[in-house]
């Protein structure tokens, strides 16, 4: 099983990154897919989540209008666009891959940097 993200970087404030997240070794289609973030010192926090359709999405409320998650099956990848930046959205993130009654999985997270 592999969840790999791609798409950091560093960025100014107002400026926009798009995310991906490339699933593999796993029924990606039955899985509800979210986007994780964690800056320094502060506990990992749920960002977005989408279910294993796409027809439903959920936000943190300091993100909503602002980012938006899709996903793709046919391609086994999840997306994450982030508009209008914020240096407090500085952080590492993560994709997470759940299903009931199964372990979820993570990948290794990707670096974004809002800074002028």
């Known amino acids: 099983v592999q969840l790999v993200e791609s798409g950091g970087g560093l960025v100014q404030p107002g400026g926009s990154l798009r995310l991906s997240c490339a699933a593999s070794?796993?029924?990606?289609?039955?899985?509800?897919m979210s986007w994780y973030r964690q800056a320094p010192g502060k506990e990992r926090e749920l960002v977005a989540g989408?279910?294993?359709?796409?027809?439903?999405?959920n936000y943190k409320d300091s993100v909503k209008g602002r980012f938006t998650i899709s996903r793709d099956n046919a391609k086994n990848t999840v997306y994450l666009q982030m508009n209008s930046l914020k240096t407090e959205d500085t952080a590492v993130y993560y994709c997470?891959?759940?299903?009931?009654?199964?372990?979820?999985?993570w990948g290794q997270g990707t670096q974004v940097t809002v800074s002028s």
């Open positions: 989408i279910n294993s359709f796409g027809d439903r999405t």
């Open positions: 997470k891959a759940s299903s009931n009654w199964k372990t979820p999985y």
């Open positions: 070794g796993f029924t990606f289609s039955s899985y509800f």
